[in-house]
């Protein structure tokens, strides 16, 4: 899940902000929250400070704090959140030229000055940014993102124990640590979305060698966390085989 801050000293229309946020990720079944909405530049450092994460933030550039701009924040948020997505509110197109000034990297500016137009340059911005949080360029946290029925979900890859064809036809079954999700789809196109912690280990099986504990090779099953057992190929059986061994040492 992508969470997003929102800090504008104007009470309406930072409320404003946080309506149309809240619309666009319900009627769209976006995985974010609105996790923070604040007044004050002290807060929003605060709560990253205490929440590591990347963070989608709606900043207003004329923030009028008594330590921080808009910018300035923005500045101070890269140190703590170098993978986050900012984006500018504002009625100053340009004062688009500081965030160079500050070396910051914005996602987009907003410009206050089109209301209508807010809502749609909102919605782009949440798909961009969910689009950038489940790329594989996102080392920080990366992502899967799935569709499960028309409600897209990101799973955190490090959270995946392994992915399984299903009985249904054309169907996978995604197993994490926190529950299991069904999608249409294959193994082969899934494994190219995955980072290289994943083995293709049989052809109906893909699993994260981070959560493999055993491996019997006579039988040909790996032993995952959560009690799931894995059937595993002749040909990748030594493969795993050395894997396992190479983490064994890492934990040594």
Do not use: W
């Not at 769209?28 to 929003?44: F, I, N, P, Q, T």
């Not at 955190?156 to 399984?164: F, Y």
């Not at 055993?214 to 790996?222: P, S, T, V």
């Amino acid at each position: 899940m992508l969470p997003i801050i929102i800090c504008d000293d104007d009470n309406r229309y930072r409320n404003y902000l946080e309506e149309i946020i809240r619309k666009c990720i319900f009627i769209e079944e976006l995985d974010m929250e609105v996790a923070l909405s604040s007044d004050c530049a002290g807060k929003v450092l605060q709560y990253i400070k205490e929440n590591q994460a990347p963070f989608l933030y709606f900043l207003d550039v004329d923030l009028k704090d008594m330590v921080f701009t808009g910018i300035t924040l923005a500045q101070k948020i890269r140190e703590f959140d170098p993978r986050g997505f900012i984006v500018f509110v504002t009625v100053h197109e340009e004062m688009s030229f500081m965030t160079f000034q500050y070396q910051v990297e914005a996602m987009d500016y907003i410009l206050k000055d089109y209301p209508e137009k807010i809502p749609e340059r909102i919605k782009q911005c949440l798909f961009h940014a969910q689009d950038l949080f489940s790329s594989q360029n996102n080392t920080t946290h990366k992502a899967l993102k799935i569709n499960l029925g028309g409600r897209v979900l990101l799973i955190k890859q490090e959270e995946i124990i392994c992915v399984r064809t299903s009985s249904n036809a054309h169907k996978i079954k995604i197993f994490t640590v926190k529950g299991i999700y069904e999608m249409a789809g294959g193994l082969v196109e899934i494994k190219k979305q995955l980072d290289d912690q994943f083995m293709l280990c049989h052809k109906s099986c893909i699993i994260n060698l981070k959560y493999l504990e055993q491996l019997d090779k006579k039988e040909r099953k790996a032993y995952m966390s959560n009690h799931l057992v894995c059937p595993v190929s002749f040909r990748q059986i030594s493969k795993l085989g050395a894997k396992l061994d190479e983490n064994c040492k890492k934990e040594k």
